[in-house]
């Protein structure tokens, strides 16, 4: 009986022995099966990179097509319309332009870099996004630990040379100090660029496009550059502009030796007094659709010798070419203008005037102030009824008061202007035979009035 005993133990040892082994086989089995090269679990994470990269190639391909109907067919794509009509399906971008003509497209959300070659096509560059995009050895603040930028040429950027402030209403940064972005004269306000220029008057680096204070996890958009070059004397170069950028109000206020400009990318809608006080600029940039406020935009813009075509969206155009000594032509004043408030104040030079001004039009209030070699004619269809203003200075006006105030008195010059019924009795003074009245024009005598 102890013999059977011992037998039957032995079979069910041998037995076990078997069966471990038979499932150590078949767990290696299943491991090789699940996580191996050709694995169910590696096959479905080969499948699931797959399926992100075809979702990246089609929403570039998306923006493509979109950037292409908003350029009305063009197939000339530029970089800052590539990168809106990314973000406005909802992907954070840079597109960085490379010498051969391709392109890289950097992904902030997935980490992903894709190259957008000379025939359109994609392919993922397969970059270590991680290692690449880390904060600089140069940063070295307290306040930026954890923080990395990335500029608008796709390089990351030393944020110690920057004044960053998280917006909390528009849910992105402006590179100011809160002091400066809540300041609206000089006397409250500073830079917000702290870094040095070169030798040929450009920044250090990029300007940032995102930012990240949680050392890469999320990427936020940079949307305002409030002051941000402010007296900045020897900036002599515009740096590109990020394309999430929608204000700059007071941006370049100072400027004086800025004298090569760049984009103003399609986003923004402020434009005030963006170029205040750059004396050196003598072309001004392209001002795109959708911009709303030029006031003063161009003030004291003593060189600039061509005005930029107003886009169809402007409502306020008050002093914007303001002492704007060599400015020669006018632009022409579209139908959504309502404030030309000392617009051309004291542009000495100005000889020919916008052909119309639009019935929008409802202040007029110094507009070609000291413009004494204006000639030509102008039609004034305007809206001004004398109707009392608070004007620039915090005083009250008549909304057409010295609207040609010392107008055309110099060589000879003589000015025509053909208004509305309603806007000729305003201006026209019967003491004076066939000239207009003294609260329009000053001491003028060489302007002449009639009736459309």
């Keep these: 009986m102890r013999n059977s005993v011992k037998k039957q133990n032995g079979i069910t040892l041998i037995a076990l022995v078997v069966t471990i082994i038979v499932l150590i086989i078949l767990a290696g089995v299943s491991i090789a099966m699940l996580v191996g090269e050709n694995g169910i679990i590696t096959q479905a994470q080969r499948a699931a990179q797959e399926t992100e990269i075809k979702g990246d190639e089609e929403k570039i391909r998306l923006a493509m097509s979109a950037a292409q109907i908003e350029n009305n067919g063009n197939s000339n794509i530029e970089k800052d319309d590539l990168e809106i009509a990314l973000l406005e399906n909802g992907t954070k971008s840079i597109v960085v332009d490379n010498e051969d003509g391709t392109r890289n497209i950097i992904f902030l959300d997935s980490k992903k870099i894709y190259k957008l070659n000379n025939d359109e096509t994609i392919e993922d560059t397969n970059s270590d996004f991680d290692s690449i995009y880390v904060a600089p050895d140069t940063q070295d603040e307290p306040r930026n630990e954890g923080v990395i930028g990335i500029g608008t040429d796709g390089q990351v950027v030393d944020m110690d040379l920057w004044e960053y402030t998280f917006d909390t209403e528009t849910k992105g940064y402006v590179l100011n100090d809160t002091q400066s972005y809540e300041a609206s004269e000089s006397v409250n306000a500073s830079k917000g660029y702290l870094g040095e220029f070169t030798d040929t008057g450009k920044i250090q680096g990029s300007v940032p496009q995102y930012i990240s204070i949680n050392s890469g996890e999320e990427y936020i958009a940079v949307t305002n550059m409030r002051w941000t070059f402010f007296n900045c004397e020897n900036l002599v170069a515009m740096p590109q ?183 000729y009795n305003l201006f026209y003074d019967a003491s004076r035979s066939n000239k207009i009245n003294i609260n329009v024009c000053g001491e003028s005598s060489n302007i002449t009035l009639e009736k459309l």
């Excluded at 003598?282 to 003030?299: D, H, M, Q, W």
């Excluded at 002093?319 to 309502?338: D, G, K, Q, R, Y």
């Design 241 to 423: 502009i990020p394309s999430t950028i929608d204000s700059l109000i007071f941006t370049f206020r100072g400027c004086i030796n800025l004298q090569e400009i760049n984009t103003i990318p399609a986003k923004t809608k402020s434009m005030y007094m963006t170029f205040g006080g750059c004396t050196a600029l003598e072309e001004a940039p392209e001002i795109p659709k959708g911009v709303a406020n030029l006031g003063r935009t161009f003030s004291g813009c003593s060189s600039l010798i061509e005005a930029p075509v107003i886009p169809d969206t402007v409502t306020n155009m008050d002093s914007t070419f303001h002492s704007c000594s060599s400015l020669v032509n006018a632009p022409e004043i579209p139908s959504s203008v309502i404030s030309m408030q000392t617009t051309f104040y004291q542009c000495t030079s100005l000889k020919n005037p916008p052909s119309l001004i639009p019935a929008s039009v409802t202040n007029l209030y110094d507009t070609f102030y000291g413009c004494t070699n204006l000639s030509g004619a102008i039609i004034i269809e305007a809206n001004v009824t004398g109707t009392v203003v608070t004007v620039i200075d915090g005083s009250e006006k008549l909304d057409y008061m010295y609207c040609f105030g010392d107008v055309a008195t110099s060589q000879g010059a003589t000015l025509t202007l053909k208004c509305t019924e309603e806007v």
